[in-house]
Structure formats: C-alpha cells, structure tokens
C-alpha cells in the first residue's frame, strides 16, 4: 500500500492547482445513432491502456458520441495512474478505472459516473511451478496498475489463501501480460477473456488457471472531474447514452464489434490472431455479464465498498459510506430515462 499512498500524494499535489477550464434518442442501430438535439461540447478522454479487442467497444461507443456532435478528444496514457493524473490536472475530463482510495485520501475533485464493467478476469500461472495459490507464496505476482481492480484481487487472494507475494509488478495491458507469459518474463499474472484465449492457443498445456472468489465489483468505470461535470452535465448525458447503446447493441449481437469496427475503421492496426478474438470475446463476456447496462447505480457503488474494503481501498463501515462522496448518479439518471432502462 505504501505505493498506493505515493500515488495518492501525488494527486493531492496536482488538485492543489485546480483542475484547467473545459474547452468549449440514440439507438444501436450499425449505421450509426439516429439524429438527435445537437448538444455542443467537448470531451477530453484519458484512457489508460492500449487499444485492443477489450477496448473496441469503448472506441465504438465514442465514435457514436462524436456522431451526435461533440468534439471527442482521445489520448492514450501507458498506465491508469497517468490518465487519472491527466483528469486531476485539468488535462483531461474523464478517464476509466475505480478510484475509490485515491477520493477518499485525497478528496480529489472525480467521481465515478458509470459502471462499464464487472470484474470478470483470471488468475493464470505457470501450470508446473505453480499448482495451487499456496506455491505462489512468496513469489511475484503482476497486475495491471496501482489502485485497479486487478491488484485489489490480488490483495484479497493474500487474505483469503494465507500468502504474501514478494512483489505485485505492474504490467499494464493484458495483451503485454499474456505476450510476457508466453516470454517467460512473467510467470502468474491475471489475464481477460481474450488475453487468456490467446495464450491457450500458443501454449495449451503450459499455463492453467487458479480459483478466485466470485467479485461483481467495477472493473471499469467512468471517472470524470467534478468541475467538468458541472459544466458539461448535457455532454456527460450522451456519453453515457451512446455507450449503453453499445453495450446493449453488442449483448443482442456481438457481431455488432466488428460490424461497427469496420464502418468506422478503428483499430486498424490490430494483429490478425487477435482479430479472430473479437467475436468469441464480446459473445463470452456478454454471457457472464461483464457489461453493465444500467451503469451500476447505487448498487454497483456499495458492492465496491464491501471488496475494496477487504482490501483496505476505502475505509469505513460499508454501510454507512456515502455514496455522493464517490459517485455523481446524476448524468447516468437521466441518460437511463433516454436510454429507455
């Protein structure tokens, strides 16, 4: 945790300055949403990891927004911290993620207006070094960044099996985690659904998967700063609109990906083997419920209050934590109306 409170320092340091001035009925139809009210604005998007199959939909979904006249700004960060530096710096409005320690600690000016997705990933390990949780005590483990979902599952597998890992590595990227896998260079580490299919196919009998408790806490959610919401709740809206749309369109068809994928041509640069995921990877999340389509509401929120507070990522009874202290339900309200939930 003592990295997690660096971090958290850091950002107190960055709202001391204030965040900078924000720049000035869809459906899931493939050929994109249908014309409505023009809402004038911009948004600045920080996101932190790489474009892959588990970010296509994200891609499409701001694509939409764009589509109903906003200025969609995208910019790619190497880690989830530097894009929620980005939002408190007034360098960007909202970024993705579940930065439930660091609002607490900090009283950072962000909050959490949209669950994206639940924590639907797995704990894959070299099959011969390591058979069980208890062979991984006091070796390396790696996740994806300081303060994600990922590391406080590892956290809670600490607790819940007895060990201690000699160090949590952070690897952002699944992709780069599966790729370091098949490398050698990591030997236990938490994948996604595509990740994890890729590295089944290149090496089926090397790697294998340990058990997790069964979490519904957020793994993705928007994030956006609060003075940027002020001014932009109309803006907030449509995003919110145009990306439950997605998710919707893509759990009636996954199909809708690679359809929409093409029509905009985004991730052109994507490698063939994982081209051949898209489907697979949106029909298996889609079954296990990996995509929110209400945003989460005041559920979602108390449900990461119980896990991260296993893990010591919020503090306080669950019970009686305050939902408005992390959360602004406002924009998903009203683009639920819209939206039709």
Known sequence: MKALACFATLLLALTACGPAEPAGDGTADPSGPEESAAVEGTIRVALGDIEGVETLNLLIALERVRERGIDVELTEFAEEDLAAE???????????????????????????????????????????????????DGEPFAVHSRGSTTEAMALLVQQEEGIEFSEISYVSGAEVRATALLQGNVQATFLDIPAWNFVQEEAPDQFHELPLPDVAATDEAFVANTAWLAENQEVAQVLLEETLNTWNAIIEDPNFVVEERERLGLAEDLEPELEEQIVPYYEQASEEGVFTTDCG???????DFEFYGLVGQVEGDPATLNVDD????????????????
């Open 86 to 136: 980005a939002v408190l710096g007034g360098q960007a409005d909202v970024t993705l993620g579940a930065p439930y320690a660091v609002i607490q600690e900090t009283g950072a000016p962000i909050r959490l207006i949209c669950q994206l997705q639940t924590a639907r990933f797995f704990a894959i390990v070299d099959a011969a070094a390591y058979p069980d949780w208890q062979a991984l």
């Open 326 to 341: 992390f959360w602004d339900l406002a924009p998903s309200e009203a683009a639920l109306e819209t939206v039709g939930q």
């Open 297 to 303: 509401g005041e559920e979602a929120a108390r449900t």
